[in-house]
């Protein structure tokens, strides 16, 4: 605070001799045109100095607006690496769970299968006296592979994608305590 009284001061005494000036009852000429030539140099060394401040600032400015410029720039390439990560982790999950998901019902076709030779094969043989029943019993269950397949893909990418936006609102969450904690220090400090 003292810096910018020392920079005001020489205005300030400038302005205060004016004033002193104006408030005497008597004038003169010649003390007329004193002053008048010392506010005429004070106004131009004013001048000049507001003209350099406007450059300085001119300047600062400029600066300014070009590392916003290379800021929102940094910023849109950012964005898009997020979205391309985005991507490329929604294609690995997709790929994770339609493996687990052919693994799943790769289990449960093996242990139909297995029932079926263990168990409804013997009473299909015992009951009936054709061989097509049974085969195609295990036909049905061969074209219900797929759709069981993508049954069980769809449920857990629906489970994944569920555990996904509780994180990413947990995280929300997080980053504005964060944020507003930070805030709270900061006008704490200042």
């Not at 400029?62 to 916003?68: D, I, M, S, V």
């Not at 449960?108 to 029932?115: A, C, M, Q, R």
């Not at 904690?181 to 400090?189: D, G, N, V």
């Amino acid at each position: 605070m003292a810096e910018k009284t020392n920079i005001y001061q020489k205005e300030l005494e400038n302005l205060q001799q004016g004033k002193d000036f104006l408030k005497r009852k008597e004038y003169s000429k010649m003390d007329i045109q004193l002053e008048f030539k010392k506010m005429v140099e004070n106004y131009e060394e004013l001048v000049d100095q507001v003209k350099i401040i406007t450059k300085i600032s001119d300047r600062l400015q400029k600066k300014l607006n070009k590392t916003n410029e290379k800021l929102a720039d940094i910023n849109d390439q950012l964005n898009d690496k997020n979205i391309q990560l985005n991507e490329t982790i929604d294609a690995l999950t997709e790929a994770k769970i339609g493996r687990r998901a052919s693994t799943i019902v790769l289990v449960i076709v093996v242990i139909l299968f297995l029932l079926s030779e263990a168990w409804i094969e013997p009473i299909i043989e015992a009951n009936f006296d054709n061989f097509f029943i049974g085969l195609g019993l295990k036909f049905v269950m061969a074209l219900l592979i797929k759709p069981a397949e993508t049954l069980t893909e769809r449920y857990l990418l629906r489970k994944a994608r569920k555990e996904q936006i509780r994180k990413m609102e947990k995280n929300k969450i997080v980053a504005s305590t964060k944020s507003n904690t930070h805030k709270r220090r900061k006008f704490k400090s200042s």
